[in-house]
């Protein structure tokens, strides 16, 4: 079969890192093409060659047996080729309905006031198919801002933007890492819908479960260059895993069992069970998204208002009403919006680092030598890939933006952190090195707050386990009842 895109020799560097190396690739009409790597493999830079953002070095990539235009988006747009990056590209201020449509809004027919009640009910219907509809909950008010949106809903919106072109190849960064198991079954099927029309996917995940359940073939990239591609019928975990990053991973959550010892948080709404985290132990906060777990937790961080809530540190009663006074009694926060709450992303990687920590600095502010000594050796123990630590956040990959949040907590020394989705949108081999590190803030006596939509690794890496559902605590199983089977029916709440 001809292919619909196809690359050759594709080649790109960045100051001294070697993004991509000679990539081959192609991808078949009515396909879903997994494209899997550690973060840094270069499968980001590939998408955004690909959508006009980024101009290779060499290579030759063809659409529809056509040269590509490359470093013109409009250019990729007008081919037939959309673009669901990892990170949001939605312009807050304005409406889900105007964000789908944003830049092609003359595709829809009408004028005026007509076009934008045609444009309401297109953006509704997408929604609506993505979401499952009314009768299971799901549904977005397409005339909300998306400032008002949650991120598994902001996804929704990006995902929605980019079936209304009725491209011919959809690249999708990451489209399923915010979602819920149910939000997920959704996407699929849409993705097998479209696939049915003749529609392409280029898809980028980490989850490989979904990859070996939804692609046709799969293609392995490590440190930029080509592994191998082969049909996800040959495909297994262990073979993936080998491929992305040169070794076997047996192990997928190492916990080493925590030693508890003092009580360093106490969060107390005033309805449900109150969430404890003491010293020495990870503590997780498992539920359904939506249930209020990052409202809950962002409340304990000074970051939000919570009713009714009552806070202790270290036996004493506290009262948050910003994340500075949750800082300073030694409280650090991992965000889930990671470039939105987490980082500056046009500032260095050494400047992102240390800036929690200037109020430890005579005047306040950092010089040059002193903001490389601060961050060279937690780049060095924490393994992010750059070419220099003052080159912009925004450029690095995904999961090595994760890491740099994390270090500016461990350059301050927190003694509790608040981890929301920590593993969103990273490899299997970042995974690992997230959980190394769990196990080692809990070896140093540090308490470690866990959230996470992904229910195994919740369970696994926590010493002690809470769910929520609809705003409030509802249980903490232990011994046998800490399983994905009780833990998911306390989150529905359809336990006996």
């Known amino acids: 079969m001809e292919p619909l895109l196809a690359l050759r020799g594709v080649s790109k560097r960045y100051g001294g890192v070697q993004a991509l190396a000679a990539v081959d690739l192609d991808v078949r009409p009515g396909e879903v093409h997994a494209l899997v790597g550690e973060n840094g493999a270069g499968k980001s830079t590939l998408l955004k060659i690909l959508s006009g953002a980024v101009?290779?070095?060499?290579?030759?990539?063809?659409?529809?047996?056509?040269p590509l235009p490359t470093g013109s988006p409009r250019a990729s747009e007008a081919c037939g080729i959309a673009t669901i990056y990892q990170e949001f590209s939605l312009v807050p201020a304005?409406?889900?309905?105007?964000?789908?449509?944003?830049?092609?809004?003359?595709?829809?027919?009408?004028?005026g006031a007509a076009r934008r009640a045609a444009m309401r009910a297109r953006a509704a219907a997408l929604?609506?198919?993505?979401?499952?509809?009314?009768?299971?909950?799901?549904?977005?008010?397409?005339?909300?801002?998306?400032?008002?949106?949650?991120?598994?809903?902001?996804?929704?919106?990006?995902?929605?933007?980019?079936?209304?072109?009725?491209?011919?190849?959809?690249?999708?960064?990451?489209?399923s890492a915010t979602l819920t198991e149910q939000e997920t079954a959704r996407l699929h099927a849409t993705i097998r819908g479209l696939k049915a029309r003749g529609v392409s996917i280029l898809y980028i995940s980490h989850r490989l479960e979904e990859v070996l359940g939804l692609?046709?073939?799969?293609?392995?990239?490590?440190?930029?260059?080509?592994?191998?591609?082969?049909?996800?019928?040959?495909?297994?975990?262990?073979?993936?895993?080998?491929?992305?990053?040169?070794?076997?991973?047996?192990?997928?959550?190492?916990?080493?069992?925590?030693?508890?010892?003092?009580?360093?948080?106490?969060?107390?709404?005033?309805?449900?069970?109150?969430?404890?985290?003491?010293?020495?132990?990870?503590?997780?906060?498992?539920g359904l998204v939506g249930s209020g777990r990052t409202e809950l937790v962002r409340a304990a961080f000074g970051a939000e208002r919570w009713a009714g809530l009552t806070l202790r540190w270290r036996g004493r009663p506290i009262r948050l009403t910003s994340p500075r006074e949750a800082i300073a009694l030694g409280i650090g926060m991992v965000p889930e919006?990671?470039?939105?709450?987490?980082?500056?992303?046009?500032?260095?990687?050494?400047?992102?680092?240390?800036?929690?920590?200037?109020?430890?600095?005579?005047?306040?502010?950092?010089?040059?030598?002193?903001?490389?000594?601060?961050?060279?050796?937690?780049?060095?123990?924490?393994?992010?890939?750059?070419?220099?630590?003052?080159?912009?956040?925004?450029?690095?990959?995904?999961?090595?933006?994760?890491?740099?949040?994390?270090?500016?907590?461990?350059?301050?020394?927190?003694?509790?952190?608040?981890?929301?989705?920590?593993?969103?949108?990273?490899?299997?081999?970042?995974?690992?090195?997230?959980?190394?590190?769990?196990?080692?803030?809990?070896r140093e006596g540090k308490g470690v707050l866990l959230?996470?939509?992904?229910?195994?690794?919740?369970?696994?890496?926590?010493?002690?386990l809470y769910v929520m559902r609809r705003h409030?605590?509802?249980?903490?199983?232990?011994?046998?009842a800490k399983s994905p089977e009780v833990v998911m029916a306390y989150a529905t709440g359809t336990e006996a």
Do not use: C
């Open 55 to 66: 101009v290779p070095d060499a290579g030759d990539i063809r659409f529809a047996g056509a």
């Open 127 to 175: 929604l609506t198919e993505l979401l499952g509809g009314a009768d299971t909950g799901g549904t977005i008010d397409p005339e909300r801002p998306v400032r008002e949106l949650s991120v598994p809903e902001r996804q929704m919106v990006e995902i929605a933007r980019a079936l209304s072109r009725e491209s011919r190849l959809i690249l999708m960064d990451e489209p």
């Open 451 to 464: 959230i996470s939509s992904d229910l195994p690794e919740v369970i696994a890496m926590s010493d002690r």
């Open 472 to 480: 409030r605590v509802v249980a903490e199983p232990s011994g046998s």
């Open 337 to 442: 919006d990671r470039q939105g709450q987490g980082l500056v992303p046009g500032l260095g990687v050494d400047v992102n680092i240390a800036l929690p920590n200037l109020d430890q600095e005579a005047g306040g502010w950092l010089p040059p030598g002193r903001l490389r000594h601060l961050a060279a050796p937690l780049i060095r123990d924490l393994r992010i890939r750059l070419a220099d630590p003052s080159q912009p956040v925004r450029s690095l990959s995904g999961g090595n933006q994760q890491k740099v949040v994390l270090a500016k907590w461990l350059a301050r020394q927190a003694r509790l952190l608040i981890l929301d989705e920590p593993t969103r949108g990273i490899d299997v081999g970042a995974k690992q090195e997230m959980y190394k590190l769990m196990n080692r803030l809990v």
């Open 94 to 111: 304005l409406t889900a309905t105007q964000n789908i449509f944003l830049g092609h809004e003359a595709s829809v027919p009408g004028r």
């Open 215 to 286: 692609a046709d073939r799969v293609t392995m990239l490590r440190d930029g260059r080509l592994v191998e591609t082969l049909p996800v019928a040959e495909a297994t975990l262990d073979r993936l895993i080998r491929g992305m990053v040169g070794r076997s991973i047996s192990e997928h959550y190492p916990k080493e069992p925590g030693e508890p010892g003092e009580l360093l948080l106490e969060i107390r709404p005033a309805e449900g069970l109150p969430v404890r985290v003491h010293a020495g132990e990870v503590v997780g906060l498992a």
